[in-house]
């Protein structure tokens, strides 16, 4: 003990002890599960499954698979094995004892918890309750009692380095004291320091459809995949985590927030894009979709074209499109039908009554093409019972006919050659019936006149939506064409999409309502968990204004708007500067913001007299940070070619990296990048390359830019212009 350093508190001996009996638990469970699977804590081992297993071999390796997963977890609950303490005594029993970590971990030996996982019943004691009288909902009812202990602990492997007890003073230290650290190149996982406010999302019922409208640095990323991981140990006998989708705006946020699931030892959940999902359920008949950033695309526009833009992308994305579209497909699917019904060799396969009965309404549950195939089963057997009766038809005329010549002609050479040859224009007649069969069949598909799908969407716009903008000449399409591409494709083609249980949105102001509509209806058995930010909605000439939007029309007024109202990203003084331009447009029915008490620099206006001089100005900032030892540093300009242009001149005296929204890859250190982009990542420090009033005019849209470019900075905050600051932020520098 004597070599072994300590926090000053009187009870660090005694937590010292009982980390390394913690620890020595998790080593022994390690070792077994290492000798279950043959695989070694710390290396990474998965299987495949075959594409059609059978019963005994997918519970086998389902058993598997749960070992490996449970081998990952141990692994890292070796360099953490728990944050917290908590005392607490039931009524009328003994009290209690429980360590809170990412995993539970039990005695092999007694089967004693030793950890309790944080997604447990019991962890609400630490995330929404003070010292004195609590109550926690159970499997088997509620539990009262006392909480007579709350105490965070900071642990790495097998040293203990912080002790904070409960109380409002030692708690916002504690997370003064984790927020305050130096960020990673990923979004962080937030178990140790969740909030009451946050722990409600985290635990909704899974059962029903939740919105989350989430201030800036709110968490409300993280708290949506901190979702997932409760839902999928609350409801591990029901949910899989294939039948999990999370749903983010770029490639490049999916990579930003990758680590988050598997650090809390979840692994396979689906993560993409609503393109990646399109691309999966359209297949082949994807069209290219043009590599164009549409918030990019706005923030090139002059205001007056923007706006023409905006109100084109509303139209596109509303519910009125898309019922006007599902009138259209539903009058399409008439006319791609041969008129006058199916007839061979003058037999009656299926008048017009019944093909149209049977089409539009026995078969209306599957796609136009499959439909074409399955009625193709029916008309197949009415063709093989035509060509029967017509068959028989002949067998019956040539038993006639050979009845007559026997009766009319004696027996002999001339008679049998008389029978031979009726029985030889029967087969013949014979042939040509199943050579007829074979021919309509093989044309029947030639009959009907399934469209295009790229022709369909065009002919849509034109007849019924011309004052949309169309897609792009020469083939292909915008990402704001993929709602309704997707549902002319389920229409003609069919959705080839996995059936989900659950789906969370991020950054869903940006989603329009056809988007959500469209998903609720290709997931039917799926509930939903959506956040975002209104004040953040640049796309709200696509996405939506209010929540109103969805809650009742998308929703059905069943949906639950959950507000997280506290940001934990930025200090102070940074979101003090920001909440002033926000400000300046309000939004009806959105709480007030407010910081976490964590105190920092205050944010840089700065000035400069030439081009020249910004860029010594950029040059000597980002030196300075560095040397303050931050990790991440964001250089954002208003437009990707500014971005490029910086790039040009300082990106390699920088070592920086240019992002664009196409990047799969995140990577931390010095990055320039367009703001069109940083929307839903953090980074320690943030320069806004040019806030000049040229560049960022009085307006409602570049106002929600700004905000979002500046609550980007957990630390340090500068902002450059030259000439004129812009008018959203005159007088503050």
């Not at 309000?586 to 910081?595: N, Q």
């Not at 240019?658 to 799969?664: F, G, M, R, T, V």
Request: glycine share 8%.
């Amino acid at each position: 003990m004597e070599s072994v350093r300590l926090p000053e508190h009187p009870a660090a001996q005694e937590e010292y002890l009982r980390l390394q009996f913690s620890c020595d638990a998790i080593d022994r469970e390690i070792r077994q599960v290492e000798e279950l699977t043959g695989a070694k804590a710390g290396e990474h081992m998965d299987v495949q499954m075959k594409e059609d297993p059978d019963q005994q071999e997918e519970v086998t390796l389902q058993i598997f698979r749960t070992q490996l997963d449970r081998l990952r977890q141990l692994s890292m609950a070796a360099g953490q094995a728990y944050f917290a303490r908590l005392d607490f005594i039931p009524a009328g029993k003994a009290p209690e004892t429980w360590y809170l970590g990412r995993w539970g971990v039990l005695d092999p030996e007694t089967l004693d918890p030793v950890v309790v996982d944080w997604r447990t019943p019991v962890a609400n004691l630490y995330y929404s309750g003070q010292i004195g009288k609590m109550d926690y909902e159970a499997p088997d009812g509620r539990v009262e009692g006392e909480l007579t202990l709350k105490r965070m602990l900071t642990v790495r492997g097998r040293e203990l380095t912080g002790l904070f007890d409960s109380g409002i003073v030692a708690q916002e230290a504690y997370l003064q004291d984790v927020l305050g650290s130096v960020s990673t190149d990923r979004l962080r996982e937030i178990v140790t320091t969740i909030q009451a406010e946050q722990n409600i999302v985290i635990r909704y019922p899974l059962s029903a459809d939740l919105l989350v409208q989430g201030a800036a640095g709110s968490g409300k990323t993280t708290i949506a995949l901190h979702r997932i991981a409760y839902l999928l140990y609350t409801f591990r006998k029901k949910l899989r985590p294939e039948n999990m989708m999370i749903l983010a705006p770029n490639p490049l946020f999916l990579s930003y927030i990758s680590q988050v699931l598997p650090d809390l030892g979840v692994e396979r959940v689906v993560q993409t894009t609503f393109e990646g999902w399109c691309r999966e359920g359209m297949g082949r008949q994807m069209p290219k979709v043009f590599r164009e950033s549409r918030l990019e695309r706005n923030l090139s526009l002059p205001e007056e074209e923007r706006r023409r833009t905006g109100a084109s992308l509303r139209l596109k994305g509303s519910l009125a499109a898309m019922k006007e579209l599902e009138a259209y497909l539903n009058r399409l699917q008439e006319t791609i039908l041969p008129p006058g019904g199916f007839k061979m060799a003058g037999v009656v396969l299926m008048d017009r009554a019944e093909l149209e009965k049977t089409f539009l309404t026995d078969l209306r549950f599957f796609p136009l093409e499959q439909r074409i195939g399955e009625l193709k089963k029916i008309i197949r057997k009415r063709v093989q019972s035509a060509a029967a009766l017509l068959k028989e038809r002949y067998a019956s005329g040539t038993e006639e006919i050979t009845n007559r010549i026997r009766a009319s002609m004696p027996a002999g050479e001339t008679r049998q050659q008389k029978i031979r040859e009726a029985y030889e224009l029967r087969d013949q007649r014979y042939a040509e019936i199943e050579a007829r069969a074979e021919a309509f069949l093989k044309g029947y598909r030639d009959k009907f006149s399934l469209p295009d799908l790229m022709d369909v969407y065009r002919n849509f716009l034109r007849e019924r939506l011309p004052e949309a903008d169309p897609p792009p000449e020469g083939g292909g399409a915008r990402q704001e064409d993929l709602p309704m591409l997707a549902m002319i494709c389920k229409a003609l083609h069919g959705l080839k999409t996995r059936p989900m249980k659950h789906i969370v949105v991020d950054e869903c102001q940006d989603f329009s309502p056809f988007q959500v509509e469209l998903l609720k209806q290709a997931n039917p058995a799926a509930t939903f968990t959506l956040v975002g930010d209104l004040y953040q909605g640049v796309r709200a000439d696509e996405g939506i204004r209010n929540w109103e939007e969805w809650t009742g029309p998308v929703f059905g007024d069943r949906a639950e708007l959950k507000q997280l109202t506290v940001s934990y990203r930025n200090t102070v003084e940074i979101m003090r500067l920001a909440q002033s331009v926000s400000a300046r447009y309000p939004i009806e029915g959105v709480c007030d913001t407010r910081p976490v008490l964590r105190h920092g620099e205050e944010p840089k206006i700065v000035r400069a007299d030439s081009e020249k001089d910004r860029l010594n100005r950029i040059r000597e900032q980002v030196a300075a940070w560095r040397g303050e030892g931050f990790h991440s540093i964001a250089l954002i300009e208003k437009t990707e070619e500014r971005a490029k242009r910086l790039f040009r001149r300082l990106g390699a005296e920088l070592d920086a990296h240019l992002l664009s929204e196409s990047d799969a890859d995140y990577r931390g250190g010095v990055l320039i990048l367009p703001a069109s982009i940083c929307k839903g990542m953090e980074f320690d420090c943030v320069g806004i390359c040019d806030a000049s009033a040229g560049n960022f005019p009085e307006d409602e849209f570049l106002c929600r830019v700004l905000y979002v470019m500046m609550t980007r900075p957990l630390h340090r905050l500068c902002i450059w212009h030259q000439g004129d600051v812009t008018p959203m932020l005159a007088g503050k520098g």
